[in-house]
Nanobody
């Protein structure tokens, strides 16, 4: 059974940091590129960051570049999203997702597996 389980969300103040984790099971994690997406109420799910299956290449949305860092450990089947200098506009439900192999995309439709999400709320 495929599972992606996010954790680490919470309520913080502007300027604070959070580190989200996503634990994967039920598929060969090292063969999948991983992404983080977020969705605020009334908005579409949008791309935040991605990391290639080998972990060497990463891409970020312009809105989080320089503040967020995605990383992974294939031995632990885990991907993280370190979020620094958080802003109220970062408030959303954050999802991790897996896309197979050479699929290198920022589109949610290209991701095969999804977690249930973890809520991040940033107060001003």
């Amino acid at each position: 059974q495929v599972q992606l389980v996010e954790s680490g969300g919470g309520l913080v103040q502007a300027g604070d940091s959070l580190k989200l984790s996503c634990a994967a099971s039920g598929f060969f994690f090292a063969n999948y590129s991983m992404g983080w997406f977020r969705q605020a109420p009334g908005k579409e799910r949008g791309f935040v960051a991605r990391i290639k299956w080998r972990g060497g290449d990463t891409t970020y949305a312009d809105s989080v570049k320089g503040r967020f860092t995605i990383s992974r450990d294939n031995a632990k089947n885990t991907v993280w999203l370190q979020m620094n200098s958080l802003k109220p506009e970062d408030t959303a439900n954050y999802y991790c997702a897996a896309s197979y192999g050479n699929t290198w995309s920022t589109r949610p439709i290209d991701y095969r597996y999804w977690g249930q999400g973890t809520q991040v709320t940033v107060s001003s």
